[in-house]
């Protein structure tokens, strides 16, 4: 399975946009990319995925680099309420294995 | 709420003593996954199954571990003779096909062995 590199923790003030990069420079192309967040005491909740081509949704936005080999999610506003740890994953379909591979993730904290 | 639900929420049981825990997916998703997360840590893949059938096992799913999805509905993970070592939050996923196929996870069920 391709691994994944996070910074530990970042910080962000409140409703500034945050940056969280991943580096998965031993992308296959068939490996999509994928990003959870795991508030306190929750599971890890659903953020966003995407191939190739940058993805906006309600939550955030995916931005992929030209050779894949990095992500960054893109948090427009934050929030309090975005005080998580955000998980990158790279996630092969075609292989036939659905599981996720998680690492340590990065525990953003929003200032308020 | 429609939800995946997982049972009980907090479970602490003496060392050597069985557990088991149940997981009600999301009704039309045919995935369901589980998960151990310690703390600190990312949570760690155990197992998968796709309607009844347990397709995918971890390595970390020592003998001591046994999952069921009969009829392709809930789940329930057991643990036998537990030690301190399984004390971990236990996370239950599921999820549709296709290539989104994103999982929705329960809020867990946290184990402490004592």
């Known amino acids: 399975d391709a691994k994944t590199t996070q910074p530990n923790s970042m910080e962000s003030n409140e409703e500034e946009p945050v940056h969280l990069p991943c580096n998965h420079s031993t992308i296959s192309g068939t490996d999509y990319i994928h990003w959870y967040r795991q508030l306190p005491s929750q599971g890890p909740e659903y953020v966003i995925h995407g191939l190739t081509s940058n993805v906006n949704n309600r939550m955030a936005s995916l931005a992929i680099a030209e050779d894949r080999k990095s992500s960054t999610l893109i948090l427009h506003r934050a929030t309090l309420r975005d005080a998580a740890v955000y998980y990158c994953i790279l996630r092969d379909f075609p292989s036939g294995t659905y599981k996720y591979i998680f690492g340590t993730g990065t525990r953003l904290k929003v200032l308020a | 709420d429609t939800g995946v639900s997982q049972d009980p929420r907090h479970k602490i049981t003496k060392r050597g003593q069985n557990v088991t825990f149940r997981c009600d997916p999301i009704?039309?998703?045919?995935?369901l996954y589980w998960y151990r997360q310690t703390l600190g840590q990312g949570p760690e893949f155990l197992t998968y199954f796709q309607n009844e059938a347990q397709l995918e096992k971890s390595r970390l799913l020592s003998d001591r571990f046994s999952a069921e999805r009969p009829k392709g509905s809930f789940s329930t993970l057991e643990i036998q003779r537990t030690e301190q070592g399984d004390s971990a939050m236990y996370l239950c996923a599921s999820s549709l096909g296709g290539t989104g196929g994103e999982q929705y996870f329960g809020p867990g069920t946290r184990l402490t062995v004592t």
């Open positions: 009704s039309e998703h045919n995935r």
